[in-house]
């Protein structure tokens, strides 16, 4: 490889990363833990954990925009 395709792959590597950085730091981590008893959004700009069993109660609505992402910590669950 030519020195001017080391360079051009350091610049690519240096923007892929300095990318990613910036794409991660804006999420909050969200600790779910309680039933759900009102209408509630899951907002696709935080990462959701759910840490225990949480239940949508009836006649509730629980809505997950879009590309939401939500975990689960092992055991836990959602009852709707």
């Known amino acids: 490889m030519s020195y001017n395709s080391f360079k051009s792959f350091g610049v690519f590597l240096i923007l892929f990363f ?6 991660g730091i804006s999420q909050a981590v969200i600790q779910e833990g309680s039933n759900i008893s009102a209408n509630t959004v899951w907002s696709n700009s935080d990462v959701h954990l759910v840490t225990t069993d949480i239940t ?18 092992p055991g836990a669950s959602l009852r709707v």
């Open 18 to 23: 300095f990318s990613l950085y910036f794409t």
């Open 56 to 73: 949508v109660n009836a006649g509730v609505t629980l809505t997950i925009e879009p590309g939401t992402v939500v975990k689960f910590n």
